[in-house]
């Protein structure tokens, strides 16, 4: 089956694409090829957005003939029926009529976390706390108390985090102590960077379009560039051919920091999109075999991770997958583990369930070396993690003053707009520095941009110039009054002066904490550019909020603790 890739929506400046069957199909059509094909991701996604435009009197019909007509036994029409019903709202009374069939039968005839998702005990509950969290963070409405709420305590006071936490403070001082720091070094000039990456990617053929600028953030220079992604998955009982445009963007205080930006990404998209056959994922630096089975199946002659360490939406119950090999660091060392490959590519749809509702591109990063693309991965991880744990809570937010000549102007120039970026903390318990920019709309729509790196006038700058609101642009909504006021070159840098050392106070601060650190090396042998996917088990993925998320305990108890300071 051939697929395309198509742009669906725009949600706070990040781009939402679907996989459309590329060939004209009926209703009926895409039913068959999914009997014979029950866990392709694609064609089953597509159809549930398509199931949103039937007539009700439609599904109604089709809801007789799987539970009491001729239909009945069709496990894989039943499984999407009940996937409408929990995925658009307006079908959601039609649910009680499916109940006759075993919900838990048709979790096994369909790809998608819906129905697993609403097996879960206790996901009524957490869908409730969730959307005052999501309007929190959304729309910055106040949370109410725990009294106040009118809601169950979603965990025990035991399942919540305690004690302190060791910070990359403690880390890099302790580091520096032992003599294991390396000594500082520059990074590869940019000029050099954009040499390199612009010639890779021109014999791979990867670069379509020419450089164009844009003002979709406040960075004061923005580039993107599109190119065509394209792979193959033959794997198990599914043959997926596909195709999409991509477009990689870049931003930075310079020209050159914003083409070197947007081209080094697309090395690390062109990298994340992956071709396999029955010897495995192909195209690599090193050879990815991929080894099919349950957990308990493949852990019984390799280590493996597993599934259930990670945030999922529901629980891993022991389904087979396909599994790759990365690299773990923990208290134990570096070695080999086996993870699910679907954790490591872009629109992997191999032959097996999802472990997530969505997964995006968290942790994948490029770099001039192995050790810069693991540090940008472990960044993201850090940055996304610290979004979806730490409510909207005004007593942390602060307005920015500088002596700084670059940063300075720039402020200049955003309040000559009317324009007026102001900061949230949202800093770890590991206290790496993570901020999060906040610009107010003329309507008070927030927009929001998020950075996290050891030096904290980095991770400021860099969430600051990442905030999607169009500069040069219109006026937005001032900045709340009586915020605090930080400087720039007061923020914390706890940075080493090497990607290597500040890569090595990272993940040491992360297994100090008792959390492994997991590396994919995605590392293509026909663009030999350094790309990682980082994964951290046990931290947040996602910051998003659905139907399906789960309350984070880590965010519970900084809930809490927002009410116990007042």
Not at 38 to 57: A, I, V, W
Not at 61 to 71: A, M, P, S
Not at 117 to 134: G, M, N
Not at 515 to 527: E, G, M, N, S, W
Request: proline share 7%.
């Amino acid at each position: 089956m051939r697929y395309e890739l198509r742009l669906m929506d725009n949600v706070a400046g990040v781009g939402c694409f679907m996989a459309h069957p590329a060939q004209n199909l009926s209703f009926n059509d895409m039913l068959e090829y999914l009997r014979e094909h029950p866990l392709d991701d694609f064609m089953h996604q597509f159809l549930l957005q398509g199931m949103s435009g039937h007539r009700t009197r439609k599904l109604e019909k089709l809801i007789d003939e799987v539970t009491t007509g001729d239909r009945k036994g069709d496990l894989v029409l039943s499984a999407l029926l009940r996937e409408t019903c929990l995925a658009h709202e307006r079908f959601a009374h039609l649910l009680p009529r499916l109940e006759v069939l075993d919900s838990r039968e048709l979790a096994e005839n369909t790809p998608l976390i819906h129905i697993r998702s609403s097996l879960v005990p206790d996901q009524a509950l957490h869908r409730q706390w969730v959307r005052l969290f999501q309007t929190n963070l959304t729309a910055h409405a106040p949370l109410p108390s725990p009294g106040e709420a009118g809601l169950a305590m979603p965990f025990a006071p035991a399942d919540l985090p305690t004690g302190s936490a060791v910070t990359a403070a403690v880390t890099r001082d302790r580091l520096r102590a032992e003599g294991r720091l390396p000594a500082p070094r520059k990074r590869r000039p940019l000029e050099e960077t954009i040499a390199l990456a612009t010639e890779r990617l021109q014999k791979v053929g990867c670069i379509l379009t020419r450089e164009m600028a844009h003002k979709a953030s406040l960075s004061p220079f923005s580039l993107l560039r599109s190119w065509l992604a394209r792979f193959r998955a033959d794997n198990g009982r599914q043959d997926v051919q596909f195709q999409g445009m991509q477009t990689a963007y870049g931003r930075g205080l310079r020209l050159e920091a914003a083409r070197a930006s947007y081209l080094m990404e697309m090395c690390e998209r062109y990298s994340s999109y992956a071709s396999c056959d029955a010897n495995g994922i192909r195209g690599y630096a090193r050879d990815y075999p991929l080894v099919h089975g349950s957990h308990a199946e493949v852990s019984a002659t390799a280590e493996a991770l597993d599934p259930n360490h990670l945030r999922l939406e529901a629980p891993y119950t022991g389904q087979k997958l396909w599994w790759m090999e990365a690299e773990v660091a923990d208290a134990k060392g570096r070695r080999p583990i086996l993870i699910p490959a679907q954790l490591v590519f872009l629109f992997c749809n191999l032959d097996e369930p999802a472990l997530f509702s969505a997964l995006g591109s968290t942790g994948l990063a490029s770099g001039n070396t192995p050790e810069e693309a693991r540090l940008a991965g472990l960044c993201e991880v850090l940055e996304r993690d610290a979004e979806a744990v730490r409510p909207f809570d005004p007593a942390r937010c602060f307005r920015l003053k500088t002596n700084d000549p670059l940063v300075g102007k720039l402020l200049e120039d955003y309040a000559a707009c009317g324009i007026a970026p102001w900061f949230l903390d949202v800093t770890p318990e590991f206290g790496v520095p993570c901020w999060k920019s906040i610009v107010l709309g003329r309507r008070g729509d927030v927009n929001k941009g998020m950075g996290c790196n050891l030096s904290g006038r980095r991770a400021l700058v860099s969430g600051m110039t990442e905030t999607p609101y169009p500069f040069p642009g219109p006026a937005g909504s001032p900045a709340p009054e009586g915020l605090a006021v930080r400087r720039l070159e007061d923020l914390p840098d706890f940075g080493t002066g090497s990607p290597e050392g500040d890569l090595l106070v990272l993940e040491e601060t992360l297994i100090a904490n008792g959390y492994p650190v997991i590396y994919a090396d995605l590392t293509r042998k026909d663009l030999g550019i350094p790309v990682t996917r980082a994964i951290v088990p046990g931290l947040e993925i996602v910051a998003d909020f659905d139907q399906f998320s789960r309350l984070s305990p880590r965010l519970f108890a900084n809930y809490l603790e927002m009410f116990m300071r007042k």
